[in-house]
């Protein structure tokens, strides 16, 4: 079993004030007002200080994370995630509904490459930019060897473009691994968003076969 680190809510230099893009800042203000019990801020990283494991979605949902303030909690593309995750032995349990569920991560941290919820949950290209600062703190925090998962192409792109790569030299697809700098492997998975697990674009045992290869990939490492 990998080392498991304290679960903590922050990483680096990651604000829960960070108002860097204007649009998204405006946004969360105005869904605070119309959802006054909602987090509506910036979500933070969740889970292992010390991952073997750093999983990279795209952004917040809107009643998902950003209703409850923790990467994929209370919302339709968590509930793959997190069952897939305890499957493989990355949480404590199958589920999660909440920030104060007892959920933990075990060599497992969860963050997204845009931290706030943007409009019609498409982010502009200048947002994931400036957002990729953050990213960068935290994939720069990772142990040599370790393994990104990244959910969708926007995500993929992220982790690239915060280790300074060329994107057209990685090309995403579904089941995709990548070695990187520092013996990273990026793995690549269809994002488990309602649309492609109800499209059937993304299956259980499509996801699972991600997840086995990257449990391999690291069991590997200490062995």
Not at 26 to 33: E, F, K, P, V
Not at 42 to 50: K, L, N
Not at 78 to 95: A, V
Not at 148 to 173: K, N, T, Y
Request: proline letters at 6%.
């Amino acid at each position: 079993m990998a080392k498991t680190g304290k679960n903590t809510s922050t990483a680096g230099s990651f604000s829960l004030e960070c108002v860097l893009c204007p649009r998204l800042s405006d946004h969360l203000a105005g869904i605070r007002t119309e959802y006054p019990g909602y987090h509506a801020r910036p979500v933070a990283p969740f889970g292992d200080t010390d991952p073997a494991l750093l999983i990279v979605g795209l952004a917040p949902g809107m009643h998902g994370a950003n209703r409850t303030g923790r990467p994929f909690t209370g919302d339709h593309a968590g509930i793959l995630l997190y069952d897939t995750l305890h499957k493989h032995g990355f949480s404590n349990q199958p589920t999660s509904v909440a920030n104060d569920d007892g959920l933990a991560l075990l060599g497992c941290r969860i963050t997204n490459a845009v931290k706030c919820l943007p409009p019609e949950n498409k982010p502009l290209p200048a947002e994931i930019r400036t957002c990729n600062t953050y990213l960068r703190t935290e994939i720069a925090s990772l142990k040599p060897g370790s393994a990104i998962l990244a959910l969708g192409l926007i995500a993929h792109q992220a982790v690239l473009r915060s280790l300074d790569l060329r994107i057209a030299e990685f090309r995403f697809a579904h089941g995709g691994v990548h070695r990187l700098q520092h013996d990273y492997r990026l793995f690549d998975s269809y994002h488990c968003s309602r649309y492609n697990t109800q499209t059937r674009r993304l299956t259980p045992e499509m996801f699972n076969e991600v997840f086995s290869s990257i449990r391999g990939y690291l069991d590997q490492r200490r062995s």
